[in-house]
């Protein structure tokens, strides 16, 4: 049994809602909500669980990861197909590269504790927050727009003819992007890519309507 701790909107969550659909997995999905009561991800039957209070959280064969990109890899390689990863080193590294860029680069700073604090701690206003979230987005799109025309690998995704873990990584940014309300319409290779992804069932039925917990 594959248990996921997930939240609706968890930009992490979808990520590996994403991997266990393109492995065809069957899991338990464990809502984990965010925002209500202060959030059960600080309650202590969670923390429990993960120390660190955050979602997403694997359970598989009597063991616990957290971290998205890590959980991914591991499903990579518990579960070898279809791969993740492409089958040579430099490959490898250039997907590792590309879904770090909008893993580690973008996403923290975007998050909704981040958020949270530039509220509660500096005051800042709706405007003042999407300006912030703005900034972060074109920054690292931009980066990444750039290095998805000078180093194409062929195939319609982020690295080839199959989508791998970097397209798991941008598909929920350029959500993200959208739900602020941020232009990335000058982005025209990663539009292409985040269109070629949602075309596949996977990447649907992960999408945050389609979770059971969404609002």
């Known amino acids: 049994m594959i248990r996921l701790h997930s939240y609706w909107r968890s930009t992490a969550a979808y990520r590996v809602r994403i991997a266990l659909n393109l492995k065809n997995l069957d899991y338990e999905l464990m809502p984990v909500h965010l925002v209500r009561d202060g959030g059960e991800q600080h309650k202590p039957a969670f923390r429990g669980l993960n120390p660190q209070g955050r979602v997403p959280l694997l359970e598989h064969d009597g063991t616990r990861i957290s971290q998205s990109l890590a959980i991914v890899e591991y499903l990579d390689e518990v579960f070898k197909e279809p791969p993740l990863l492409p089958d040579d080193a430099h490959g ?109 069932p996977a990447f649907q039925r992960a999408a945050p309507e389609r979770q059971p917990d969404a609002e």
């Open 92 to 200: 490898r590294a250039r997907v590792r590269s590309l879904a770090q860029l909008v893993a580690c680069d973008i996403h923290p700073l975007n998050n909704l504790s981040v958020l949270a604090y530039l509220k509660g701690e500096f005051g800042a206003d709706k405007d003042q927050v999407g300006e912030w979230y703005g900034h972060w987005i074109e920054q690292g799109f931009t980066a990444l727009e750039q290095r998805l025309n000078s180093e194409d690998a062929g195939g319609e995704f982020c690295h080839g003819a199959r989508p791998g873990i970097a397209d798991l990584c941008l598909v929920p940014q350029v959500y993200n992007a959208r739900r602020f309300n941020i232009d990335i319409g000058s982005y025209h290779r990663i539009l292409e890519i985040d269109s070629a992804c949602m075309a596949l």
